[in-house]
């Protein structure tokens, strides 16, 4: 039965080309979107080593405000703080903070390894203030102000990335201007960048006491709404009537976040669609065509005893061999992209894109030479014989 479904594509070998070079290329346009999208999915799955729901983002420009005044006011600001029951936490940091799109990237060495990491500069109350989950030792505190070696504190991933096997903790790393720091505490993976986007090297710097900071991170209550933002920001501004305040919460700065990322996916998506649009309408075309041109051969089958069902699987399997002709060099191309690293994507990614591929490309010749297989397979043989 194959060898002579391979006959029949052979002998319209022209007009079956065409299709058989759409259904390529369609399937390697789905396997590039699918190939994104369980790469954002695989990433989304996974914890961000922080919690944003029910945080608040302060952004202050201090403006021409000297440093001296911008010191006293941020004082002025957190006894203002204290004030409001509907602030469970806060803290201050500097500009590189979740969602921020503003990064600091600086190199660490030690003697035998260097490594880069992103910067974080943030202050005791940080770690809480940011639900951040701690894996060995602990977060900064009020000591560390005399501390002879200035402290710091890693993510798993540039633990690993620097010393291995080994914990860092108690290790000693040489910032890129020659600052040595000892790490006194390993946290998870802070995955700053957002939902979209996969682990980093980071490493957090402690912030001096009452040293200025052009962030502040808050921690409310969930009964706390836009009402107690405007009064909270009517309070900022009193105090420091030169800056520029602005208030974000970062549940909403998320959204903007994946949104910005998920843009040009799905406009890949949208190209992937309207083409595998095409290919149904080609199939559809194709297989309605040959039953017009082949009613006397469904006739003579149908006279000499041939089934509905035989009639029916005889033009699916056509379409069903074609498709697998063009899967056959669309994989061939597919399985180059693991084994050459194109995109440093994780091998299992392009393995599911490579099936989830092929699944959406069978399950459209199937329901594409569904009903035109099924509508000759329902033709009289006494009809189809009077129109030869």
Same mark, same amino acid.
């Given at each position: ?12 070998? &022209? ?26 999915? &695989? ?25 001296? /005044? ?18 469970? &936490?806060? $803290? ?41 989950? %701690? ?11 005399? $501390?002879?070696?200035?402290? *710091? ?12 096997? /080994? ?13 040595? #720091? @000892? ?22 710097? !402690? ?13 409310? @209550? ?8 405007? @009064? ?34 799905? $406009? ?6 309207? %083409? ?16 017009? @041109? #082949? ?7 149908? *006279? ?35 084994? %050459? ?17 092929? %699944? ?17 397979? !329902?033709?009289?043989?006494?009809? *189809?014989?009077?129109?030869?």
């Amino acid at each position: 039965m194959i060898r002579h479904l391979f006959k029949l594509i052979w002998n319209q070998k &022209r007009k079956n080309l065409g299709i058989l070079f759409e259904i390529l290329f369609s399937y390697m346009v789905l396997f590039a979107v699918f190939t994104f999208g369980f790469f954002y999915l &695989r990433f989304y799955l996974q914890p961000l080593g922080f919690e944003y729901k029910d945080r608040w983002a302060v952004f202050l420009n201090w403006n021409d405000t000297p440093g001296e /005044d911008v010191e006293t006011i941020q004082q002025a600001m957190v006894d203002q703080l204290k004030g409001h029951v509907e602030i469970e &936490r806060f $803290a201050f940091s500097n500009e590189v903070m979740p969602f921020a799109n503003y990064i600091n990237f600086t190199g660490f060495k030690t003697e035998e390894k260097s490594e880069g990491a992103y910067v974080f500069t943030a202050d005791d109350r940080y770690f809480q203030t940011m639900g951040m989950h %701690l894996q060995e030792g602990r977060w900064f505190e009020e000591e560390d102000e005399s $501390a002879p070696v200035l402290p *710091a504190v890693v993510t798993r991933s540039f633990g690993k990335a620097m010393f291995g096997t /080994d914990s860092p903790l108690g290790k000693s790393i040489i910032e890129g201007d020659n600052t040595q #720091r @000892k790490i006194i505490g390993v946290v998870d993976d802070f995955r700053f960048g957002g939902d979209l986007e996969g682990r980093n090297n980071s490493v957090f710097l !402690r912030m001096a006491t009452r040293q200025p900071a052009p962030r502040m991170l808050l921690k409310v @209550k969930s009964s706390a709404g836009a009402a107690f933002e405007a @009064k909270l920001l009517k309070d900022f501004q009193r105090l420091a009537p030169g800056w520029s305040i602005e208030i974000k919460y970062m549940e909403e700065m998320r959204r903007t976040n994946i949104r910005q990322r998920l843009i040009p996916l799905i $406009a890949f998506g949208i190209i992937g669609l309207f %083409l595998v649009f095409n290919v149904a309408l080609g199939l559809f075309g194709v297989l309605w065509q040959n039953i017009g @041109k #082949r009613r006397e051969e469904i006739g003579v089958r149908r *006279a000499m005893g041939s089934t509905q069902k035989e009639i029916a699987s005889q033009f699916i399997g056509e379409m069903t061999v074609l498709a697998t002709l063009s899967l056959l060099l669309g994989v061939f191309f597919a399985v180059q992209f693991p084994l %050459l690293h194109v995109f440093k994507v994780a091998t299992e990614v392009y393995i599911a894109a490579i099936l989830a591929g092929m %699944l959406v490309i069978y399950s459209l010749v199937f329901l594409c030479s569904f009903f035109p297989s099924l509508q000759a397979a !329902r033709m009289h043989p006494a009809v *189809a014989l009077r129109d030869e």
